[in-house]
Every structure is written in structure tokens, then in C-alpha cells.
């Protein structure tokens, strides 16, 4: 199973990125997924995860009413859109896909891992 993240750059503080995480070996309809992120001298933190339907979406304060998650099953690939980026928002996320269906904040329920790709905003 591989999970590959991408979409990842610099932008401007108040800007837009879409990172997109597409996989294989595994069909992610099945299972939860989630992004996390990880910035310099921080612990990896949950961003967004949502449950094998679609449903069930959850997202960090942090984050809410910015990022919106969603899924393309034909594609078999999860998005992560992200608007009003602030400079807090720097870090290398992650997407993730889960032990079981439903969705969960917690880093151990997710069993697949991508690689990570960086996101830079700038003031």
C-alpha cells in the first residue's frame, strides 16, 4: 500500500493550496482518512479525517471553516482544499488512511501514511 501526497508550495499568506493524496494498493472508500501536519519542533497534529462514506468529517479549530476535505472515489484519492492560509499553516502534511471506517483525530487509527508534502505560507 502507498499513499502519495502532493500539492504542497509557497503561498502568500490569505492564499489557496490543494494538496491531493492518491493511493494504491488500497481501495480509501473502505476506510477512514485523514491529513495531519507536522511543523519544525512540533508534534504531528490532526488537521482533517473523514469517514469511509464520506461522512463523519471532523476537522482541528485550528482549521475550520478554511479546509474542507473530500474524497474522489474513481480516483481513489483524498483532497485537502485550504483557503485563508495563514503562516501558522507552515508544516509538512501528511495524509493518512485508517485502521477501520470511521473516522478518528487520533494518529494511531491511521495505519498507511504518505510521504509528506511541505507547505509554506508566507507573511
Known amino acids: 500500500v502507498q499513499l502519495q501526497a502532493s500539492g504542497g508550495g509557497l503561498v502568500q499568506a490569505g492564499g489557496s493550496l490543494t494538496l491531493s493524496c492518491v493511493a494504491s494498493?488500497?481501495?480509501?472508500?473502505?476506510?477512514?482518512v485523514g491529513w495531519f501536519r507536522q511543523a519544525p519542533g512540533k508534534e504531528r497534529e490532526f488537521v482533517a479525517g473523514?469517514?469511509?462514506?464520506?461522512?463523519?468529517?471532523y476537522y482541528a479549530d485550528s482549521v475550520k471553516g478554511r479546509f474542507t476535505i473530500s474524497r474522489d472515489n474513481a480516483k481513489n484519492t483524498v483532497s485537502l482544499q485550504m483557503n485563508s492560509l495563514k503562516p501558522e499553516d507552515t508544516a509538512v502534511y501528511y495524509c493518512?488512511?485508517?485502521?477501520?471506517?470511521?473516522?478518528?483525530?487520533?494518529?494511531?487509527?491511521?495505519?498507511?501514511w504518505g510521504q509528506g508534502t511541505q507547505v509554506t505560507v508566507s507573511s
Open positions: 494498493g488500497r481501495t480509501l472508500s473502505s476506510y477512514a
Open positions: 473523514s469517514s469511509w462514506s464520506g461522512g463523519g468529517i
Open positions: 493518512a488512511s485508517g485502521r477501520a471506517w470511521l473516522s478518528s483525530r487520533r494518529a494511531q487509527d491511521y495505519v498507511y
